[in-house]
């Protein structure tokens, strides 16, 4: 349980050091081949019951759900998914209009349509190749989905993408590249 909790605070300090609209280059942070990437994606699923009581808490303390982090709901981490899914099916299609709809509201107001293109041909590329997808650590900060997802072309890359909820429902905010392997071997 400790390690779930540490590896879902290590993923969202991550994750919220790349939340801005403009942190959809590659970074520095990039590393080559030497990380591995699990082969069959981890889904969510509800924590077991401890054996062991729950801790009193003071009743004077109130929940703040700013702070609150935990795994994915199966809904959640579904719906995700099919967003995620939807875009890339439509990069594979050379379909740039219809890809930017999965985004967030607040990310197509502030990226256009030229400079979204730009940023997928530039940076992205790997994603008009209809990579090969899996679904990986997925955690939830009140209404933001932070989900690993390793694309699978040449190279695999580990990209850490951020969903937000608005008016128009799930969309895609951020997608930061956090690994990049060598070549695939044919």
Do not use: H, W
């Not at 209009?97 to 999965?102: G, H, P, Q, S």
């Not at 349509?113 to 590329?125: A, T, V």
């Amino acid at each position: 349980m400790k390690q779930t909790v540490i590896s879902a605070a290590i993923f969202l300090g991550c994750a919220l050091m790349s939340t801005g609209c403009s942190a959809l280059t590659t970074s520095e942070t990039e590393t080559k081949a030497e990380q591995s990437i699990s082969e069959s994606p981890v889904q969510p699923s509800d924590p077991p019951e401890s054996a062991d009581p729950p801790e009193p808490s003071d009743s004077s303390e109130s929940a703040d759900p700013l702070v609150d982090v935990e795994k994915c709901s199966a809904r959640s981490y579904s719906e995700a998914k099919e967003v995620i899914k939807g875009q890339i099916k439509e990069f594979g299609l050379g379909r740039f209009k219809e890809a930017r709809e999965y985004a967030s509201v607040q990310f197509r107001e502030a990226v256009s349509l030229k400079n979204f293109r730009n940023i997928i041909n530039e940076d992205y590329s790997f994603l008009l190749e209809s990579p090969k997808i899996s679904f990986n650590t997925c955690i939830e900060r009140y209404k933001v989905i932070y989900i690993q997802v390793a694309l699978t072309a040449q190279k695999v890359t580990v990209l850490d993408y951020r969903l937000i909820r608005d008016q128009e429902g799930l969309g895609i905010d951020a997608a930061l590249i956090t690994a990049k392997s060598v070549e695939v071997e044919a």
